[in-house]
Protein backbone atom coordinates (compact mmCIF):
# COMPACT_ATOMS: atom_id res chain seq x y z
CA UNK A 1 0.00 0.00 0.00
CA UNK A 2 2.57 2.24 1.06
CA UNK A 3 4.84 1.19 -1.86
CA UNK A 4 1.60 1.85 -3.96
CA UNK A 5 1.25 5.33 -2.57
CA UNK A 6 4.60 6.39 -3.54
CA UNK A 7 4.90 5.17 -6.70
CA UNK A 8 1.36 7.70 -7.29
CA UNK A 9 3.76 10.16 -5.76
CA UNK A 10 6.33 10.02 -7.74
CA UNK A 11 4.38 9.92 -10.68
CA UNK A 12 2.43 13.51 -9.75
CA UNK A 13 5.88 14.90 -9.00
CA UNK A 14 6.65 14.07 -12.55
CA UNK A 15 3.61 15.66 -13.95
CA UNK A 16 4.14 19.03 -11.81
CA UNK A 17 7.68 18.74 -13.15
CA UNK A 18 6.78 18.29 -16.78
CA UNK A 19 4.04 21.13 -16.57
CA UNK A 20 6.49 23.70 -14.79
CA UNK A 21 8.73 22.60 -17.81
CA UNK A 22 6.23 23.32 -20.29
CA UNK A 23 4.91 26.25 -19.36
CA UNK A 24 8.56 27.75 -19.21
CA UNK A 25 9.02 27.07 -23.19
CA UNK A 26 5.44 28.45 -23.78
CA UNK A 27 6.50 31.93 -22.04
CA UNK A 28 9.26 34.20 -23.64
CA UNK A 29 12.99 34.15 -22.65
CA UNK A 30 12.79 36.81 -20.48
CA UNK A 31 14.60 40.34 -21.13
CA UNK A 32 15.48 43.75 -19.67
CA UNK A 33 12.41 45.38 -22.20
CA UNK A 34 9.78 43.57 -20.10
CA UNK A 35 8.12 45.39 -17.20
CA UNK A 36 8.70 43.95 -13.73
CA UNK A 37 6.08 44.66 -11.73
CA UNK A 38 3.68 47.93 -13.12
CA UNK A 39 2.59 47.55 -16.93
CA UNK A 40 4.40 49.99 -18.86
CA UNK A 41 2.42 51.55 -21.77
CA UNK A 42 5.50 51.39 -24.92
CA UNK A 43 6.56 54.59 -26.26
CA UNK A 44 5.39 55.80 -29.50
CA UNK A 45 9.17 56.32 -30.96
CA UNK A 46 9.97 53.65 -33.12
CA UNK A 47 13.42 52.05 -31.16
CA UNK A 48 12.14 52.14 -27.83
CA UNK A 49 15.18 50.38 -26.56
CA UNK A 50 18.02 52.68 -28.36
CA UNK A 51 17.53 56.94 -29.00
CA UNK A 52 17.22 57.56 -32.35
CA UNK A 53 20.12 58.39 -34.46
CA UNK A 54 18.50 59.69 -37.53
CA UNK A 55 15.76 62.69 -37.35
CA UNK A 56 13.67 64.26 -40.53
CA UNK A 57 11.48 66.61 -37.98
CA UNK A 58 11.08 66.66 -33.91
CA UNK A 59 8.27 66.24 -32.23
CA UNK A 60 7.74 69.31 -29.75
CA UNK A 61 5.71 71.41 -27.63
CA UNK A 62 5.61 74.16 -29.12
CA UNK A 63 6.09 76.59 -32.43
CA UNK A 64 9.71 75.90 -32.61
CA UNK A 65 11.63 74.68 -36.03
CA UNK A 66 15.37 74.61 -37.11
CA UNK A 67 15.94 76.16 -40.49
CA UNK A 68 19.25 74.86 -41.77
CA UNK A 69 21.27 75.99 -45.04
CA UNK A 70 23.72 73.57 -46.93
CA UNK A 71 26.38 73.41 -48.70
CA UNK A 72 28.06 76.93 -47.98
CA UNK A 73 29.72 78.75 -46.25
CA UNK A 74 30.09 81.07 -50.02
CA UNK A 75 32.03 84.09 -49.24
CA UNK A 76 29.21 86.55 -50.83
CA UNK A 77 26.14 85.00 -49.67
CA UNK A 78 26.41 83.01 -46.16
CA UNK A 79 27.66 87.10 -44.79
CA UNK A 80 24.37 88.25 -46.42
CA UNK A 81 22.27 85.74 -44.70
CA UNK A 82 24.28 86.04 -41.72
CA UNK A 83 22.83 89.91 -41.76
CA UNK A 84 19.28 88.56 -42.34
CA UNK A 85 19.42 86.06 -39.89
CA UNK A 86 20.81 88.95 -36.98
CA UNK A 87 18.39 91.71 -37.81
CA UNK A 88 15.48 89.19 -37.04
CA UNK A 89 17.03 87.43 -33.79
CA UNK A 90 16.98 84.36 -35.44
CA UNK A 91 18.79 81.04 -35.20
CA UNK A 92 19.98 78.59 -38.17
CA UNK A 93 22.54 75.48 -38.47
CA UNK A 94 25.04 75.70 -41.17
CA UNK A 95 25.61 72.24 -42.63
CA UNK A 96 29.04 73.11 -44.40
CA UNK A 97 30.93 71.61 -46.91
CA UNK A 98 34.32 70.89 -45.42
CA UNK A 99 36.41 72.27 -48.37
CA UNK A 100 34.16 75.78 -48.29
CA UNK A 101 34.47 75.53 -44.28
CA UNK A 102 38.51 75.49 -44.63
CA UNK A 103 38.64 78.37 -47.08
CA UNK A 104 36.62 80.36 -44.88
CA UNK A 105 36.79 80.26 -41.09
CA UNK A 106 36.00 83.57 -40.41
CA UNK A 107 32.50 82.92 -41.71
CA UNK A 108 31.44 80.25 -39.58
CA UNK A 109 33.36 81.75 -36.52
CA UNK A 110 31.01 84.85 -36.90
CA UNK A 111 28.10 82.20 -37.33
CA UNK A 112 28.87 80.55 -34.45
CA UNK A 113 29.74 84.17 -32.50
CA UNK A 114 25.92 85.35 -33.52
CA UNK A 115 24.38 81.72 -32.04
CA UNK A 116 23.93 79.57 -35.19
CA UNK A 117 25.52 76.08 -35.04
CA UNK A 118 28.03 74.90 -37.75
CA UNK A 119 27.55 70.72 -38.99
CA UNK A 120 28.97 68.00 -41.46
CA UNK A 121 28.09 68.13 -44.26
CA UNK A 122 31.42 65.91 -45.67
CA UNK A 123 34.24 67.20 -47.68
CA UNK A 124 33.49 67.10 -51.15
CA UNK A 125 30.02 66.38 -51.48
CA UNK A 126 29.76 62.83 -52.44
CA UNK A 127 26.96 60.31 -52.68
CA UNK A 128 28.00 58.63 -48.88
CA UNK A 129 25.62 55.69 -49.44
CA UNK A 130 27.81 54.56 -52.37
CA UNK A 131 30.79 54.67 -50.79
CA UNK A 132 33.66 52.24 -48.68
CA UNK A 133 34.16 53.43 -45.12
CA UNK A 134 37.43 54.28 -45.38
CA UNK A 135 36.12 56.84 -48.06
CA UNK A 136 33.22 57.92 -45.84
CA UNK A 137 35.54 58.27 -42.58
CA UNK A 138 37.71 60.51 -44.67
CA UNK A 139 35.23 62.78 -45.89
CA UNK A 140 33.63 63.42 -42.53
CA UNK A 141 36.83 63.78 -40.51
CA UNK A 142 38.42 66.16 -42.68
CA UNK A 143 35.46 68.29 -42.54
CA UNK A 144 35.01 67.63 -38.31
CA UNK A 145 39.09 69.02 -38.69
CA UNK A 146 38.23 71.65 -40.77
CA UNK A 147 35.30 72.99 -38.36
CA UNK A 148 37.29 72.43 -35.05
CA UNK A 149 40.27 74.54 -36.69
CA UNK A 150 37.72 77.06 -37.38
CA UNK A 151 35.77 77.21 -34.46
CA UNK A 152 37.36 75.01 -31.57
CA UNK A 153 34.40 73.23 -31.40
CA UNK A 154 33.64 69.14 -32.96
CA UNK A 155 30.34 69.15 -34.72
CA UNK A 156 27.85 66.60 -33.38
CA UNK A 157 25.75 66.47 -36.38
CA UNK A 158 25.64 65.07 -39.74
CA UNK A 159 23.96 65.76 -43.02
CA UNK A 160 24.71 63.11 -45.84
CA UNK A 161 24.49 64.83 -48.96
CA UNK A 162 21.55 64.18 -50.86
CA UNK A 163 20.26 62.57 -47.67
CA UNK A 164 21.91 59.16 -49.02
CA UNK A 165 23.29 56.95 -46.51
CA UNK A 166 22.75 53.37 -45.26
CA UNK A 167 21.18 52.25 -42.06
CA UNK A 168 24.78 50.23 -41.28
CA UNK A 169 26.59 53.61 -42.07
CA UNK A 170 24.48 55.67 -39.81
CA UNK A 171 25.01 53.00 -37.03
CA UNK A 172 28.95 52.97 -37.00
CA UNK A 173 28.94 57.05 -37.97
CA UNK A 174 27.15 57.50 -35.05
CA UNK A 175 29.39 54.86 -32.70
CA UNK A 176 32.61 56.45 -34.38
CA UNK A 177 31.65 60.04 -34.59
CA UNK A 178 28.80 60.64 -32.01
CA UNK A 179 26.89 62.27 -35.06
CA UNK A 180 23.24 62.62 -34.89
CA UNK A 181 21.88 62.52 -38.60
CA UNK A 182 20.02 65.37 -39.61
CA UNK A 183 17.97 64.61 -42.68
CA UNK A 184 14.50 67.59 -43.67
CA UNK A 185 11.23 67.42 -43.89
CA UNK A 186 10.12 70.90 -45.59
CA UNK A 187 12.56 70.87 -49.05
CA UNK A 188 11.68 73.85 -51.24
CA UNK A 189 13.79 72.62 -54.27
CA UNK A 190 15.31 75.80 -54.32
CA UNK A 191 18.83 74.12 -55.59
CA UNK A 192 16.60 74.68 -59.19
CA UNK A 193 16.39 78.18 -58.35
CA UNK A 194 12.07 78.08 -59.16
CA UNK A 195 12.27 81.98 -58.04
CA UNK A 196 12.68 83.56 -54.76
CA UNK A 197 8.65 83.47 -54.46
CA UNK A 198 7.86 80.31 -55.10
CA UNK A 199 10.91 79.36 -52.39
CA UNK A 200 9.28 81.33 -50.17
CA UNK A 201 5.29 79.81 -50.60
CA UNK A 202 6.64 76.46 -50.57
CA UNK A 203 8.57 76.69 -47.14
CA UNK A 204 5.68 78.37 -45.71
CA UNK A 205 3.11 76.04 -46.83
CA UNK A 206 5.34 72.84 -45.31
CA UNK A 207 6.47 74.19 -42.48
CA UNK A 208 5.10 72.62 -39.43
CA UNK A 209 6.37 72.89 -35.45
CA UNK A 210 9.63 70.76 -35.21
CA UNK A 211 9.84 70.99 -38.65
CA UNK A 212 13.79 71.06 -40.50
CA UNK A 213 13.67 73.23 -43.26
CA UNK A 214 16.20 72.41 -46.09
CA UNK A 215 17.94 75.38 -48.31
CA UNK A 216 21.44 76.25 -49.69
CA UNK A 217 23.18 78.92 -49.11
CA UNK A 218 25.01 78.78 -51.84
CA UNK A 219 22.43 80.06 -55.02
CA UNK A 220 21.41 83.90 -54.88
CA UNK A 221 17.43 83.22 -55.27
CA UNK A 222 17.82 81.65 -51.94
CA UNK A 223 19.02 84.45 -50.01
CA UNK A 224 16.77 86.96 -51.64
CA UNK A 225 13.88 84.43 -50.79
CA UNK A 226 15.09 84.82 -47.11
CA UNK A 227 13.78 88.08 -46.09
CA UNK A 228 10.26 87.16 -47.02
CA UNK A 229 10.23 83.69 -46.03
CA UNK A 230 11.70 84.81 -42.50
CA UNK A 231 9.19 87.35 -41.92
CA UNK A 232 6.18 84.91 -42.85
CA UNK A 233 7.39 82.84 -40.81
CA UNK A 234 7.99 85.27 -37.65
CA UNK A 235 4.23 86.41 -38.55
CA UNK A 236 3.02 82.54 -38.36
CA UNK A 237 4.31 82.24 -34.75
CA UNK A 238 7.19 79.79 -35.16
CA UNK A 239 10.53 80.68 -33.82
CA UNK A 240 13.68 79.43 -35.11
CA UNK A 241 16.40 77.41 -33.24
CA UNK A 242 19.12 75.29 -33.87
CA UNK A 243 19.16 71.79 -34.90
CA UNK A 244 20.69 70.57 -31.16
CA UNK A 245 18.49 73.15 -29.53
CA UNK A 246 15.46 71.47 -31.23
CA UNK A 247 16.47 67.94 -30.59
CA UNK A 248 16.74 68.92 -26.94
CA UNK A 249 13.06 69.98 -26.77
CA UNK A 250 11.66 66.48 -28.41
CA UNK A 251 8.67 65.18 -26.86
CA UNK A 252 7.36 61.41 -27.11
CA UNK A 253 5.19 61.83 -30.14
CA UNK A 254 1.60 60.67 -29.28
CA UNK A 255 0.12 57.30 -30.62
CA UNK A 256 -1.40 57.02 -34.07
CA UNK A 257 -5.02 55.54 -34.59
CA UNK A 258 -3.91 53.29 -37.13
CA UNK A 259 -0.32 52.28 -36.11
CA UNK A 260 1.83 50.37 -39.05
CA UNK A 261 4.46 48.62 -37.24
CA UNK A 262 5.85 47.20 -40.29
CA UNK A 263 7.56 50.16 -41.74
CA UNK A 264 10.28 51.61 -39.50
CA UNK A 265 9.62 54.88 -40.67
CA UNK A 266 7.12 56.51 -43.28
CA UNK A 267 9.62 57.80 -45.11
CA UNK A 268 11.62 54.96 -45.88
CA UNK A 269 11.76 54.00 -50.15
CA UNK A 270 11.62 50.17 -50.56
CA UNK A 271 13.96 50.08 -53.18
CA UNK A 272 17.48 48.91 -53.60
CA UNK A 273 19.75 52.11 -53.03
CA UNK A 274 21.02 52.49 -50.39
CA UNK A 275 19.37 55.28 -49.76
CA UNK A 276 16.98 55.22 -46.18
CA UNK A 277 15.76 59.14 -46.32
CA UNK A 278 14.21 60.97 -48.81
CA UNK A 279 14.58 62.67 -51.67
CA UNK A 280 16.07 59.52 -53.33
CA UNK A 281 19.71 61.06 -54.73
CA UNK A 282 18.89 60.27 -58.33
CA UNK A 283 15.76 62.68 -58.04
CA UNK A 284 17.58 66.05 -56.21
CA UNK A 285 20.96 67.18 -55.81
CA UNK A 286 19.50 68.62 -52.53
CA UNK A 287 20.51 68.04 -49.13
ZN1 LIG B 1 24.34 69.42 -49.97
Same mark, same amino acid.
Given at each position: MLFRNLIALGALWMLLGQTGVAQEQKSPPPTTERPVATPVRPKASPTPTEPPITFNSVHVDGPYIALTFDDGPSATLTPKLLDLLAAR??? $?? /? /? =? =??QNAADHPDILRRAVKEGHEIANHSWSHPNLGKMSDEAVRRELQKTDDAIAAAIGKRPTLLRPPYGSITARQKKWIHDEFGYRIIIWDVDPLDWKRPGPSVV? $??ILKETVPGSIVLSHDIHPPTIEAMPATFDQLMKKGFKSVTVTELLAMETPRPPKPTPSPAVPHATAIPSPSPVSSPPPPTATPGG
Open positions: HLK $AT /F /F =V =VGT $AR
